[in-house]
Each structure stands twice: as structure tokens, then as C-alpha cells.
């Protein structure tokens, strides 16, 4: 199995995703099973660097990174702490209504 360089690269770095056949692929030629050398990406993470405007974002198809504005950076640091409030009192809710049904 003979890929360039580049293409090899972009693999490594995550920019590009590697396929299920191409693992099955380096599989066989390790003489391993899939599973030994696989790792599942996950669907979606975002990595804040210590710059506080630059993200990784992960997801199934690739990485990419991206600059973002500070004030964007704010507003999206904002919305996940009022999803936080409201994922709580969302399950705060659901065990009253438990309580009150049973």
C-alpha cells in the first residue's frame, strides 16, 4: 500500500480520515486484528488552545483548526454555561414530575 508523503501527513495530523478499508489494510499487513490499532474519533470535540481564539475541532470525517474571534469565543463560553444551567434544571424537573407521578 504506497500513499504520498502529504497524504500521509494529513492521515497523522487528523486532517484527513483514514477509512475503514485502509485500517483493515494496515490489519493485515501488521498481522493484528482491527481493533488493536483502531481508535474511534470522537463525533465532536473542540480544543481551546492557550491563545484562547484558536480550536481543534475533531469530528468523524477529519480535524480542522480554526481562528475564531474573541468576542465569538465569549459568546460560545456563555452558551455553554446557560446549557449547563438548563441541562440541570431540566433533571431537576424530570425527578419532581418522577415524584409526582408515583
Request: glycine letters at 2%; hydrophobic letters at 30%; aromatic letters at 10%.
Given at each position: ?102
Amino acid at each position: 500500500m504506497l500513499i504520498s508523503q502529504s497524504n500521509y501527513s494529513r492521515k497523522e495530523n487528523g486532517i484527513t480520515r483514514i477509512s475503514k478499508q485502509e485500517w483493515e489494510r494496515f490489519a493485515k499487513k501488521l498481522d493484528v486484528k482491527v481493533e488493536e490499532i483502531y481508535e474511534e474519533d470522537p463525533a465532536t470535540t473542540i480544543y481551546k488552545n492557550n491563545k484562547g481564539n484558536s480550536f481543534r475541532y475533531s469530528f468523524n470525517s477529519g480535524t480542522i483548526n480554526i481562528h475564531i474571534p474573541d468576542f465569538l469565543v465569549d459568546y460560545i463560553e456563555l452558551l455553554r454555561q446557560q446549557n449547563d444551567i438548563l441541562n440541570t434544571e431540566n433533571q431537576e424537573l424530570r425527578e419532581k414530575l418522577k415524584l409526582c407521578s408515583e
